[in-house]
């Protein structure tokens, strides 16, 4: 099978290609950079699914950066999109996200995410990649499907953003609040995994990965401590500061809050796609372990 990759240094898309060079008398893989229109040059025709991971992620909005989320999260997925399918590709795989419902995590109370919730995203971010799905179900036929990830947060070795900011903080303190929370969270080789059953069964709609168990960030705090043979001590005042904070810091909230995906969203294939359970993932992500 032949697999093109849009964003030719994702985080996402190469760890997917590390994933599938396991069976590579089976996928052939090749990037494209989107940095420049020379893309539409491109010849499409030869693949059997497209994986869109290309987007601006990790970006402090600004009031006048809501058009380059819309031109490159939503248009520019479009473009590629339409390409695809006057090429004959059948399968168009398109990397959202979670924040498409615009929720936060929040202390002491149940946020979870069913079928039933309704969308309002509260971002740039969020917004543009939900009109990207609207647009993107339109062109759906029968000879040509659209995968819509809604991916919660996606960690994994090297990986950019929160995983990394934990882990810096970690590594400065000896204590940290005991707090209870649940987080959905998608370890990579996971959505590498979940994407290669899309691609085989050349599947469509909307689907929502997750590991198989939630994540309590007190938990993962220790995980990654002992990876890094650190003592953490555990405080339940600190706790219950944390509580107080989480009324009036957002950032709180973004690490002790509850938020999570209904488990049967995401029981695609009774979850085969969860090769790695949560330790093993932390042991990978600080190098005391291999990947497949």
Same mark, same amino acid.
């Given at each position: 099978?032949?697999?093109?990759?849009?964003?030719?240094?994702?985080?996402?898309?190469?760890?997917?290609? +590390?994933?599938?060079?396991?069976?590579?008398?089976?996928?052939?893989?090749?990037?494209?950079?989107?940095?420049?229109?020379?893309?539409?040059? +491109?010849?499409?025709?030869?693949?059997?699914?497209?994986?869109?991971?290309?987007?601006?992620?990790?970006?402090?909005?600004?009031?006048?950066?809501?058009?380059?989320?819309?031109? !490159?999260?939503?248009?520019?997925?479009?473009?590629?999109?339409?390409?695809?399918?006057?090429?004959?590709?059948?399968?168009?795989?398109?990397?959202?996200?979670?924040?498409?419902?615009?929720?936060?995590?929040?202390?002491?109370?149940?946020?979870?995410?069913?079928?039933?919730?309704?969308?309002?995203?509260? !971002?740039?971010?969020?917004?543009?990649?939900?009109?990207?799905?609207?647009?993107?179900?339109?062109?759906?036929?029968?000879?040509?499907?659209?995968?819509?990830?809604?991916?919660?947060?996606?960690?994994?070795?090297?990986?950019?953003?929160?995983?990394?900011?934990?882990?810096?903080?970690?590594?400065?303190?000896?204590?940290?609040?005991?707090?209870?929370?649940?987080?959905?969270?998608?370890?990579?080789?996971?959505?590498?995994?979940?994407?290669?059953?899309?691609?085989?069964?050349?599947?469509?709609?909307?689907?929502?990965?997750?590991?198989?168990?939630?994540?309590?960030?007190?938990?993962?705090?220790?995980?990654?401590?002992?990876?890094?043979?650190?003592?953490?001590?555990?405080?339940?005042?600190?706790?219950?500061?944390?509580?107080?904070?989480?009324?009036?810091?957002?950032?709180?909230?973004?690490?002790?809050?509850?938020?999570?995906?209904?488990?049967?969203?995401?029981?695609?294939?009774?979850?085969?796609?969860?090769?790695?359970?949560?330790?093993?993932?932390?042991?990978?992500?600080?190098?005391?372990? !291999?990947?497949?």
């Amino acid at each position: 099978m032949k697999i093109l990759i849009t964003g030719n240094k994702s985080y996402i898309g190469s760890r997917l290609i +590390k994933w599938l060079s396991q069976w590579s008398n089976k996928y052939s893989v090749e990037t494209l950079s989107l940095r420049s229109n020379e893309w539409m040059k +491109k010849d499409f025709s030869k693949y059997d699914s497209i994986l869109h991971v290309a987007a601006i992620v990790h970006h402090k909005e600004k009031k006048g950066s809501k058009e380059i989320y819309f031109k !490159t999260n939503k248009e520019l997925a479009v473009k590629i999109a339409k390409k695809a399918k006057m090429a004959g590709v059948k399968q168009f795989i398109f990397m959202s996200s979670m924040a498409v419902y615009g929720l936060e995590g929040e202390i002491n109370k149940d946020i979870t995410i069913t079928k039933d919730t309704v969308c309002r995203p509260n !971002t740039y971010y969020g917004q543009s990649k939900l009109e990207a799905e609207i647009e993107l179900t339109k062109i759906v036929d029968d000879s040509f499907n659209v995968a819509i990830i809604r991916a919660p947060m996606i960690y994994g070795p090297d990986c950019p953003g929160n995983y990394i900011r934990l882990k810096k903080i970690i590594m400065k303190i000896p204590i940290f609040p005991k707090v209870e929370n649940k987080r959905s969270m998608l370890f990579v080789d996971n959505l590498s995994e979940f994407i290669r059953l899309l691609i085989d069964n050349n599947d469509k709609g909307l689907f929502y990965p997750q590991n198989k168990n939630y994540v309590n960030t007190s938990e993962l705090v220790g995980l990654i401590a002992k990876s890094n043979n650190k003592n953490i001590y555990y405080s339940r005042a600190l706790a219950f500061l944390v509580e107080k904070l989480g009324d009036h810091m957002k950032v709180i909230n973004k690490i002790f809050g509850n938020l999570t995906y209904e488990k049967d969203m995401s029981n695609y294939r009774d979850t085969e796609y969860c090769v790695v359970d949560t330790e093993l993932s932390i042991e990978i992500c600080e190098g005391l372990r !291999t990947g497949r």
